[in-house]
């Protein structure tokens, strides 16, 4: 199951969601795999796929940039003082010839940005007072272009278990600052002298603002992400904590983070001290991989329960796909006893959990038990409700999960079934064999594929409320293990996600 989705936007984004913490700044313990629900691997594919997007991160930081007014002054023989100030400056035509992401192991995330070109433009006054007292004042447009070279060193703090980004670690490196004045008219000793009065000055401000940007670009991704990851587990009264269970792990070909993973559920939280978790368990194979402890889901289950979620109602089509699996003499036989020539469309079956779901990972696949009640009633119409059939049985049952076209699967592959309460108003004694078994074999053969068809659907629309379905996830694999799952995956960055978010926040 993918948390994180924790969706990821642009490289900082990756970043900041896969990376939570220095290890500075939180105090986990000695033990801090022990805390350890969720864990969320990236490997370096991924960085370098992500970081196409970078270019459209950095355009939003110098667009959105606001540059101070520029003024200066010099002393000049025959001139006498001349000073000038340059307003209005706008960043046009920006582009980036290329970006590249590089993961020092143990140290920090290296963001090297190629040759951005960006044509600023604005308003030059200057005046100078001659030897004469001469005072002569003028405003021309200019436009100047620069060729620049950036490079990021992040680094990321962890405050209250919450990550913290700082990208103040930012040079720029001009290859080219050329100013143009309107029309280029004006006397070339005059351009040559602004040109070399505030190329420094120049330089400084558009490093100081630039930077001062993608900082802050950098902090408001980070607050979109950890709103979206919090609203991803999150579903009313349920809660999955993804607070930082231990500091991060960078490598040269992966990052990955821990998080708590605990369900909190109205007053009640779950706990969790012996974590299976050891980095061994996850390979660099695939591009993104998130590894769940069996407590987590259990506690998920658990919360689900609690809440009055896991119960079934079926009628109409479904209810008759369900007692008619099988056209056979005994089928129609039991069928018509029960429910007593009602037709399917005035009658419903309810299916609920009696107790808490038991889960367990193997490498079978996910064992669930639970005692379940199932409960038939006919609908007369203008009547009170009939009760045809209560059963209460004991279930166990193997599932594989898959995911494909963007919908998850719940396939039983091994069930069994133990009715421990036994009421029919067609077999008062529960003597008759005929309809124990044919409703044995219903439950098997239909019931229990139809209660984890419908709990998939359910799953996958909820998931897709939380916008995974926006995600390109190819060739998912969900592969089970005592006592955690891992889903490993390759996906598709959508980069519209990005552009919505830029353009809305910034």
Not at 2 to 10: D, H, I, T
Not at 230 to 240: G, Y
Request: one cysteine or more; charged letters at 20%.
């Amino acid at each position: 199951m993918c948390w994180a989705g924790r969706m990821v936007l642009g490289t900082f984004s990756i970043l900041l969601v896969f990376v939570h913490a220095a290890a500075a700044a939180c105090d986990f313990g000695p033990f801090p795999y022990r805390a350890t629900g969720i864990v969320c691997r990236m490997t370096k594919p991924a960085a370098l796929l992500l970081n196409k997007e970078t270019a459209q991160v950095i355009q939003a930081a110098f667009r959105n940039a606001k540059f101070p007014n520029i003024t200066g002054e010099r002393s000049m023989r025959l001139l006498g003082r001349v000073a000038y100030g340059l307003s209005n400056i706008q960043v046009n035509d920006l582009s980036i010839e290329r970006s590249e992401v590089e993961l020092k192991e143990d140290d920090a995330i290296y963001i090297s940005i190629k040759n951005v070109t960006a044509l600023f433009k604005g308003t030059l006054t200057y005046g100078y007072a001659g030897a004469w007292f001469l005072q002569l004042f003028h405003s021309v447009d200019f436009e100047i272009e620069s060729s620049i070279d950036l490079q990021l060193n992040i680094d990321l703090m962890c405050q209250k278990e919450q990550v913290a980004p700082d990208a103040s670690d930012c040079y720029l490196t001009f290859h080219k600052l050329t100013l143009h004045l309107q029309g280029d008219k004006q006397p070339g000793w005059l351009k040559q002298l602004f040109t070399d009065f505030i190329s420094f000055t120049l330089k400084l401000v558009l490093k100081r603002e630039v930077c001062k940007e993608i900082n802050a670009v950098a902090q408001t991704l980070t607050n979109f992400i950890l709103d979206l990851a919090a609203n991803f587990v999150r579903d009313k009264d349920i809660i999955v904590d993804i607070s930082l269970a231990s500091d991060p792990v960078i490598k040269a070909s992966y990052i990955e983070s821990h998080h708590k993973g605990l369900v909190l559920y109205k007053n009640s939280s779950s706990m969790l001290s012996d974590s299976v978790f050891s980095p061994s368990l996850l390979t660099e194979s695939r591009m993104l991989y998130f590894w769940l402890s069996e407590h987590s889901l259990s506690s998920l289950a658990a919360a689900a329960f609690l809440d009055g979620r896991l119960v079934l109602n079926l009628r109409g089509e479904k209810l008759q796909e369900l007692f008619e699996m099988e056209d056979t003499e005994v089928q129609r036989k039991a069928v018509q006893m029960i429910f007593q020539g009602t037709s399917y469309n005035d009658s419903v079956a309810k299916v609920w959990s009696l107790t808490q779901p038991q889960i367990s990972f193997h490498p079978e696949g996910t064992v669930v038990r639970s005692s379940v009640a199932v409960e038939v009633s006919i609908l007369p119409t203008g009547e009170e409700p009939l009760v045809a059939l209560y059963m209460e049985k004991e279930i166990t049952v193997t599932i594989h999960a898959t995911y494909a076209e963007k919908k998850l699967i719940l396939q039983p592959v091994d069930s069994s079934v133990e009715i421990k309460v036994f009421k029919c108003t067609a077999d008062p004694s529960g003597e008759d064999p005929s309809i124990q078994n044919f409703l044995q074999n219903m439950i098997l053969v239909a019931g229990i594929p139809e209660v984890t068809s419908s709990i998939g659907s359910a799953l996958t629309s909820l998931m897709n409320s939380k916008r995974l379905d926006l995600f390109d996830i190819i060739n998912p694999e969900i592969i089970t293990r005592k006592g955690y799952v891992i889903a490993q995956l390759d996906f598709g960055f959508p980069s519209h996600l990005l552009l919505n978010f830029l353009e809305k926040s910034l």
